[in-house]
């Protein structure tokens, strides 16, 4: 089965940019969750998507994060506008329903300059 | 709110030598602990998944084990080969929670 997609793999953009991160689950998973890990620290949870559904969004830093999943497909994660803060790496995960073990895409690393 | 902690955060051995990674967590009521592998540039490949019922796993050259009550998880690795250099990460949710906290993780190099 294909894995976890994640695109772009490298962005590099302007601080005050906006810039849209993608990230197609495996097929059937209902479970998707943002993660990210910026420069020295631990990997951070950002939230969580049942679906189409927001289960769990405690971790998105503020509101310049939007996070969508339409249709319960594929989901974006919108950084509007980018701050140099924003920098680091982005990962996409996918699981099952009741299931934990999770499926982590490659991951997109963010730079803002 | 579980924390996870890795030491060392890096380590070299020499091709052959086994290799011991730990992890500690402060949240003993864990329903599961997961073992990953990240390569540099790569996402996270993950190694094992234990259960809270289960005291260790294994998979080929791997084995890792869980001690609930001291709060502890070691990977350990035989007969490593410089294929396993990668950084080492274990994570856990808190309770039953599907969020993830994460290690820092421990950086392995294994010299030919």
């Known amino acids: 089965e294909a894995g976890v997609t994640q695109f772009p793999s490298h962005s590099v953009i302007e601080k005050g940019q906006t810039v849209t991160l993608r990230c197609d689950p495996i097929?059937?998973?209902?479970?998707l969750y943002w993660y990210r890990r910026v420069m020295g620290k631990e990997i951070k949870f950002l939230l969580h998507f049942v679906k189409e559904s927001k289960q769990d969004e405690s971790g998105m830093p503020n509101n310049r994060f939007l996070a969508e999943r339409t249709g319960g497909t594929y989901s974006t994660l919108k950084v509007q506008p980018a701050e140099l803060e924003d920098s680091g790496v982005y990962f996409c995960a996918s699981s099952q329903v009741g299931v934990y073990g999770y499926t982590f895409g490659s991951g997109t690393r963010l730079t803002v300059v | 709110k579980q924390e996870v902690t890795q030491i060392p955060a890096a380590l070299s051995v020499p091709e052959g030598e086994n290799l011991v990674l730990n992890c500690s967590f402060t949240d003993s009521a864990i329903y599961n602990l997961q073992w990953f592998r990240q390569d540099p540039g790569k996402g996270l490949t993950s190694l094992l998944l234990i259960q809270s019922s289960q005291r260790e796993q294994t998979s080929g050259r791997l084995n890792a084990s869980l001690d609930k009550s001291s709060g502890r998880s070691t990977l350990y690795i035989a007969a490593s080969q410089p294929g396993d250099s990668a950084t080492y990460l274990c994570a856990s949710p808190k309770g039953n929670d599907y969020k993830l906290s994460f290690g820092a993780g421990t950086t392995v190099t294994v010299r030919a």
């Open positions: 097929s059937g998973h209902d479970n």
